[in-house]
């Protein structure tokens, strides 16, 4: 039982790691995302995100912080793949007007990813008992899926616009 205990947060930080990477990648992604897209609602949905993005590395700290372990982050070939593809989407289809359906499908992909991410470590949390740490990966945890619907509103306007 301690044993297994002791296993779970071992993963736990190994995860925190992981979306600790993927969330200062994502930070630096963003701003790029913003200043490709073509429709104004969609910049705007970029760069409200990349603000909400500095409050999530600045909660995983402080979860770092209260579990009394380093914050550094550990690569995480997942958010890479994503990214690269969503960089790939701006080369190939830069001037098209597929480009911001091509972005908002880049950045769903993202939010997907964190939401899994979050989602899993926020059951974790309660599962070791860190009841301060809870609160604040619900808190990230929310704005992610109310960005995930921002951008499925998004892309019904930006869809119907790319295919007229
Ligand atoms: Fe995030
Ligand atoms: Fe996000």
Redesign the pocket.
């Known amino acids: 039982m301690v044993k297994q205990a002791k296993d779970l947060s071992v993963l736990f930080y190994e995860t925190l790691r992981d979306i600790y990477f993927a969330?200062k990648q994502?930070l630096r992604a963003l701003p790029k995302m913003a200043k490709t897209s073509q429709s104004d609602e969609l910049r705007q949905a970029f760069e409200t995100?990349r603000d909400?993005?500095e409050g999530?590395v600045e909660r995983l700290e402080k979860i770092f912080e209260i579990i009394d372990k380093p914050a550094r982050g550990k690569t995480c070939d997942a958010i890479n793949g994503i990214l690269d593809e969503g960089k790939e989407i701006m080369e190939d289809f830069a001037d098209t007007e597929a480009l911001d359906p091509g972005l908002l499908a880049a950045a769903q992909a993202?939010?997907h990813y964190?939401i899994s991410r979050y989602g899993t470590l926020k059951t974790w949390a309660a599962q070791l008992g860190l009841r301060d740490v809870v609160p604040l990966l619900e808190a990230t945890l929310a704005?992610?899926k109310k960005?995930d619907d921002l951008l499925s509103k998004l892309a019904q306007n930006v869809n119907r616009k790319a295919a007229a």
Do not use: M, R
Request: proline share 0%; aromatic share 0%.
């Open positions: 969330e994502i995100h909400q993005t999530h993202v939010e964190e704005e992610e960005t």
